[in-house]
């Protein structure tokens, strides 16, 4: 899969899946425009990227701030005069039972993982639909299809998210315009990495690969979804999950 030329939007590509994801579509020779609230992780990642031959450009953005995604989108287009691909991978957890979740707690996770997607949409989307062509990605969660105790708010965000996906991918299709989603399931990151040893074996013991997956387990997903061997492919949601949700 070569992406050599093409250009990469990735949001919350700082660390975890989006670092991952701007790797993989680095070395496959794409040029990354790696977007993240943390301009210092950003900055420290520059070196990294390096030696893949692409560009990369890091640029400090809130995905909730209309205005700040516009200006970001533009400055990706007056460098590079174009934008191929966009992956919307930002996303955070405030995990509580419905009962105990405050209004804080629900409005923080709709607006990052679902209206922040929706506003880096319709950005990128204005410049895609005048190239007539472009792949978005979005990430979502098996947790968006199965639902979670202690995370209403955010299965909720990632099954909005998926409609959203459904509803765009209808929309731009006929302007060669893919939309896809990619759900993973428990993923070997800082999060999980942080529960306790028993509550890692139970989640384990519920997929049927019996592991957590990895990153690269998902990039390599989004690479797929990316490339222009994806597309005859649009309004799909990729299962990422070890078997946990069928």
Same mark, same amino acid.
């Given at each position: ?5 093409r250009v ?11 670092? *991952?994801?701007?790797l993989?579509?680095?070395q496959k020779? +794409? =040029?990354?425009? +790696?977007?993240d609230? =943390?301009e210092d992780?950003?900055?420290k =990642?520059?070196h ?8 990369y450009?890091p640029?400090t953005m809130?995905?909730?701030i209309?205005? *700040? $995604? ?5 400055e990706?287009?007056?460098?590079f005069?174009?934008?191929d691909i966009?992956?919307? #991978?930002?996303?955070i957890?405030r995990d509580?039972?419905?009962? /105990?979740?405050?209004?804080?707690a629900?409005d923080? $996770?709709?607006?990052i993982n679902?209206?922040?997607?929706f506003?880096?949409?319709k950005?990128?989307?204005r ?5 007539r062509k472009?792949t978005i990605i979005n990430?979502?969660? $098996?947790?968006? &299809?199965m639902? #979670?105790?202690?995370?209403? #708010?955010?299965s909720?965000?990632k099954?909005?998210?998926i409609?959203l996906?459904?509803t765009?991918?209808r *929309?731009?299709?006929?302007k060669g315009?893919?939309? #896809? ?5 428990y993923i070997d990151? *800082?999060?999980t /990495?942080a &529960?306790?040893?028993?509550?890692r074996?139970?989640?384990e ?5 019996k @592991?957590?997956?990895?990153? @690269?387990?998902v990039?390599?997903?989004?690479l ?5 061997e994806?597309?005859?492919i649009?309004?799909? $949601?990729?299962n990422?999950n ?5």
């Open positions: 899969m070569d992406l050599s030329g990469a939007f990735i949001t919350g590509a700082a660390q975890g899946i989006g670092k *991952e994801t701007a993989t579509l680095a020779g +794409a =040029n990354i425009v +790696a977007v609230v =943390n992780l950003l900055c =990642n520059t990294e990227f390096e030696s893949f031959g692409g560009e450009l640029l809130n995905v909730t209309e205005q *700040e $995604v516009k200006e970001s989108v533009a990706a287009v007056h460098k005069g174009k934008i966009l992956v919307n #991978n930002a996303g957890t509580s039972l419905i009962l /105990r979740m405050s209004e804080a629900w923080t $996770v709709l607006s679902l209206k922040g997607a506003l880096c949409l950005a990128v989307s410049y895609m639909l005048k190239q472009g990430l979502v969660s $098996v947790v968006g &299809l639902g #979670n105790p202690g995370q209403a #708010n955010y909720a965000s099954a909005g998210l409609g996906t459904k765009a991918a *929309e731009l299709a006929a315009i893919t939309v #896809n989603a990619v759900a993973p399931g990151t *800082e999060m /990495r &529960l306790p040893e028993a509550s074996a139970k989640l013991d519920l997929i049927p690969l @592991r957590l997956g990895n990153v @690269r387990d990039a390599c997903a989004i797929f979804l990316a490339s222009e994806a597309s005859y649009t309004g799909q $949601v990729l990422v070890g078997g946990m949700y069928m």
